[in-house]
C-alpha cells in the first residue's frame, strides 16, 4: 500500500526549530513535485513550501526566510527544516507528493498530518 508518513512536529517556544520528514512507501515507480501544505484551525489549507525533483524550490510569503524544504530521491523523503517559528505557524502539517505507482497510475497523496505548536 503506497502511503506518505510524516513525523517531527511538537510543541516549540517562539524562536525555537522543528525538522518535519516525511517518507513515502509502497509500490512506487516515480515521484515528481513533493511539498508541504499547513492547515490551522478554521482555515483552508494552504501551501507552505513545494520542490521538484530536480530541486527547484517554492515558498509562501510568510516562511521565505524561515523555512528550508529539501528531499532525498533515493529514500523517498521530503523534509522542512523550520526556523524562527513564530505563533502564527501554528498548524497541522502535511505531506504531499505526485506518485506514479506500479500501474503507471499517477496521482497527489498525502500524508496523515502532524501538529505543530509555537507557544511559550
Known amino acids: 500500500q503506497l502511503q506518505l508518513v510524516e513525523s517531527g512536529g511538537g510543541l516549540v517556544q517562539p524562536g525555537g526549530s522543528l525538522r518535519l520528514s516525511c517518507a513515502a512507501s509502497g509500490s512506487i515507480v516515480s515521484i515528481t513535485d513533493m511539498g508541504w501544505y499547513h492547515q490551522a484551525p478554521g482555515k483552508q489549507r494552504e501551501l507552505v513550501a513545494e520542490?521538484?525533483?530536480?530541486?527547484?524550490?517554492n515558498y509562501a510569503d510568510s516562511v521565505k526566510g524561515r523555512f528550508t524544504i529539501s528531499r532525498d530521491n533515493a529514500k523517498n523523503t521530503v523534509y522542512l527544516q523550520m526556523n524562527s517559528l513564530i505563533p502564527e505557524d501554528t498548524a497541522v502539517y502535511y505531506c504531499n507528493a505526485v506518485i506514479t505507482n506500479r500501474n503507471y497510475y499517477t496521482r497527489n497523496y498525502w500524508g496523515q498530518g502532524t501538529q505543530v505548536t509555537v507557544s511559550s
Open positions: 520542490i521538484t525533483v530536480r530541486g527547484r524550490t
